[in-house]
Structure formats: structure tokens, C-alpha cells
């Protein structure tokens, strides 16, 4: 069995490999490495305590300190201000909602009228689920 005009296709068959196998070797073994912190990564989240969340008086006492900060602030607070006080307290919404199983949207509204109304029905919700919210 011949191919290439006279040339033994075994012949053909090492040659590729001859050239294939050095390029395929050194592949693999730029992967290695990341192969390797993968799987240390996977067996490190794997192994990590669970952490608790944390006691719902925690959270509602943080919540009424974070609403107190945003409601003083005083005239001319810079936007980034405002904005990152009032992301921190809507993270202590979702962590309280979490906490007694209320339902929410807070993560996936984008700022303005939606999200605001949503962080109104959320404060309401959580009342009616036993917590003091502001």
C-alpha cells in the first residue's frame, strides 16, 4: 500500500507524527499549569467553611444605621456618595430578604423609579415579615 507516488504511507504516518507529536507535547504542557490551579482552586471552594449568615438583629441594626446615613446626608453629598450608601443598603435589603425568605428584584433592577419601588415593596415585605425596617 503506497500513497504519494511510491512513498510507503506508514512512511507518510511517521513523519506527521514526527511533526505533529513535538507541537501536540508542548501544548500539553503550557496547559499543565493551569490545569493544575484549576483543580487547586475547585478542591480550595470546595474544602472553605461555609460561612453564617449573619443574625438578623445584626442585619436590621445595620439596616436602620446605613437608611440613618443616607437620609443625613447633607445638601451638595457627592452622587458617588449617595450612590454607594444606597447600594450598601439595598445589599443589607437582599441579605435580610435571604434571611426570612422574602422574595426580591434589588439585584437585577437598574437604578431609578423601578428599583426605588421595588426597595419600597421590599422594606414593606420585610415588615410584614416581623422586621423592624426603616
Do not use: K
Not at 4 to 12: L, Q, R, S
Not at 45 to 56: D, H, K, M, S, V
Amino acid at each position: 500500500m503506497s500513497g504519494m507516488g511510491g512513498i510507503p504511507m506508514a512512511n507518510v504516518l511517521l513523519v506527521v507524527a514526527a511533526v505533529v507529536a513535538p507541537t501536540l507535547l508542548f501544548w500539553v504542557l503550557l496547559r499543565v499549569p493551569r490545569t493544575v490551579d484549576a483543580v487547586g482552586a475547585f478542591v480550595r471552594r470546595r474544602r472553605a467553611p461555609r460561612t453564617a449568615a449573619p443574625p438578623i438583629e445584626r442585619l436590621t441594626a445595620d439596616l436602620h444605621r446605613v437608611h440613618r446615613t443616607l437620609a443625613e446626608y447633607p445638601p451638595g453629598t457627592p452622587n458617588v456618595r449617595r450612590r454607594a450608601t444606597r447600594d450598601a443598603y439595598d445589599a443589607l435589603l437582599a441579605q435580610a430578604c435571604a434571611a426570612v425568605d422574602v422574595p426580591h428584584r434589588l439585584t437585577e433592577l437598574p437604578d431609578g423609579m423601578a428599583r426605588e419601588v421595588e426597595r419600597l415593596r421590599v422594606e414593606e415585605a420585610l415588615r410584614e415579615a416581623g422586621l423592624t425596617v426603616p
